[in-house]
Every structure is written in C-alpha cells, then in structure tokens.
C-alpha cells in the first residue's frame, strides 16, 4: 500500500487477555517504530527495528510486551496478559532508515482494556 | 540525556492570528535532527518538517514558519493567519542518530484550537 497501515484500528479486551497489533510499513522502509499514546500524552516509544539488526527494546514497558518483525517487513506488536493501564493507541511509524529520516505514521491502533 | 519539552499545553487563538509554538530541545550530540509533526483529529500524524544541526537557517512554506535556534536550544513553528483547519496537536521530535540510539524523541505535544 502507498502507507502505513495498522490492524484493527480498534481492540477492546477483556483484562487478562492477549492481544495483537499488527503494522505493515511502506514498502522498501528498513525501519519499523512502535510508539504508544495515552489519553492526552505524548508519544512514548516502546520498540524499533531497523534491517536486520537486534531490536532496540528499551523502551517495553514489561516483560508482558513483545514484537517481531518478520522477514523484515510485517511487524506484530503482543500484548499479554492485559491490564487496564494498556489502554491507549499503539502507533507504528516506518522510515527509510535511522539516520533521521522522517517517520510515516499509521493512524493507530485505540486498545480499550476493560 | 535527550530531551524535547513543549512547555505549551494548549493554545486557543481566534482564526487569523499568528501563533508561535514552542519547542525546546536538550542533546549532547553535535549531529541531530529536529520534526514538527501535525495530529489531526483524525489521529495520523503527518510529518510538517525536517532540519538538521548544521542548518540553522529558517524557513517559509505557506503559512508556516520555523525558526531553529542553537544558542537557546529552540526549534520554534510559527503559523501566520491561521485557520481553523490548523486546529490539531502539534509535536515536536528530537533525534540523534551518532549517539548510537535511534529513538525518536517526542515532546508532549501543544494542543492548538483555532476558533472561527
């Protein structure tokens, strides 16, 4: 597709739950980001993967948190065990590369943990 | 540590008014890279501009504006006559490529209301 896209636009969960996100970048970009937005807050970054190289994981909030990316292109966000405070959009951008690129957005994922 | 503050939480201007977002930014990093993003109601952010540390100059597009700063650490947006239409969140982003850390940074936003 022309942008980032993300799937499903909306989840809302029971708490305890699982739960995946997924991004499929642009076509041809090396680097993948997840960020998370909470009710009136700014971006927090959680994960980022460039080429093939070890993902920058420093930014997982817990042990609960993981993503991969496969073959270097779809990326999946999971999220176990669900709990309240998970509720926010999860955003995924992708750039050619790291070397301060501009980032191209997805319009979000808005996970609702009830 | 790196750091972008955006001091403004929310701004309400009444349509046809400048307005100057602020953004102020902390790095070590002789290289960097600072955005402005725009967030829509819609939600998608959309990337509004790039510069980088060695180019100071400031620049028009439209309505918009920009003034980076070194001295003071500032990468400030302007808007001239603005509309309603630039209602939106605006973020600014900080990043550091050679610091050997490749997040992007992001301020906590400015809510911008643009009254009719």
């Known amino acids: 597709g022309a942008g980032v896209s993300q799937s499903p636009s909306n989840k809302v969960t029971e708490k305890g739950k699982d739960v995946e996100l997924r991004c499929d970048p642009i076509s041809g970009h090396t680097a993948l980001y997840w960020y998370r937005q909470s009710l009136g807050q700014g971006l927090e970054f959680l994960i980022y993967?460039?080429?093939?190289?070890?993902?920058?994981k420093s930014g997982l909030p817990s042990d609960r948190f993981s993503a991969e990316r496969t073959g270097g292109s779809v990326s999946t966000l999971t999220i176990q065990r669900t709990q309240q405070e998970d509720s926010a959009v999860y955003l995924c951008?992708?750039?050619f590369g790291t070397g301060g690129e501009k980032l191209f957005f997805g319009s979000g994922t808005q996970l609702s943990v009830l | 540590a790196q750091k972008v503050t955006q001091a403004q939480t929310e701004i309400s201007v009444v349509e046809k008014e400048d307005v100057t977002l602020d953004c102020v930014y902390e790095t070590r990093d002789t290289t960097y890279y600072l955005f402005w993003y725009k967030q829509p109601p819609s939600g998608e952010l959309v990337f509004l501009i790039r510069?980088?540390?060695?180019?100071?100059q400031n620049e028009i597009s439209g309505r918009y504006s920009w003034n980076f700063q070194k001295s003071t650490s500032s990468f400030n947006f302007t808007i001239t006559a603005s509309q309603v239409v630039d209602s939106a969140v605006y973020f600014c982003?900080?990043?550091?490529?050679?610091?050997?850390?490749?997040?992007?940074?992001f301020g906590t936003g400015t809510r911008l209301k643009v009254l009719a």
């Open positions: 510069r980088n540390s060695f180019d100071e």
């Open positions: 993967f460039q080429g093939n190289s070890a993902p920058d």
């Open positions: 982003a900080l990043i550091s490529p050679t610091s050997g850390t490749y997040k992007y940074i």
């Open positions: 951008a992708s750039s």
